[in-house]
């Protein structure tokens, strides 16, 4: 099973930007749909983007659309969440997983691999 670590978190005012790294162990890195989901104190994990093995399917949503970008680099066995325009409401504590199904998915309980999660914070 793939094993992942996030970095890059940090506090930023908002409308600054942040670049999340999700670095994943092991070979099978491309054969994994990934996933980016935040949790805010008190709040549910939800989803905020997804990434197909490939690179070539991405879902958003509606909150971060127009303002984060999702991408990976199989060679390096790592994916990336650029944040843009970040606003308080964006804080949170932001994990990548990991989903081997074909399908591109949304809820938590479809990912089977977590990293431990990196704080993000906007003031205002």
């Known amino acids: 099973q793939v094993q992942l670590v996030e970095s890059g978190g940090g506090l930023v005012q908002a409308g600054g930007s942040l670049r999340l790294s999700c670095a994943a162990s092991g070979r099978t890195f491309s054969s994994y749909n990934m996933g980016w989901f935040r949790q805010a104190p008190g709040k549910e994990r939800v989803f905020v983007a997804a990434i197909n093995w490939s690179g070539d399917r991405i879902s958003y949503a509606d909150s971060v659309k127009g303002r984060f970008t999702i991408s990976r680099d199989n060679a390096n066995n790592t994916m990336y969440l650029q944040m843009n325009s970040l606003k308080p409401e964006d804080t949170a504590i932001y994990y990548c997983?990991?989903?081997?199904?074909?399908?591109?998915?949304?809820?938590?309980?479809?990912?089977?691999?977590w990293g431990q999660g990196t704080q993000v914070t906007v003031s205002s």
């Open positions: 997983a990991a989903d081997r199904s074909l399908l591109l998915r949304t809820l938590p309980s479809n990912y089977n691999a």
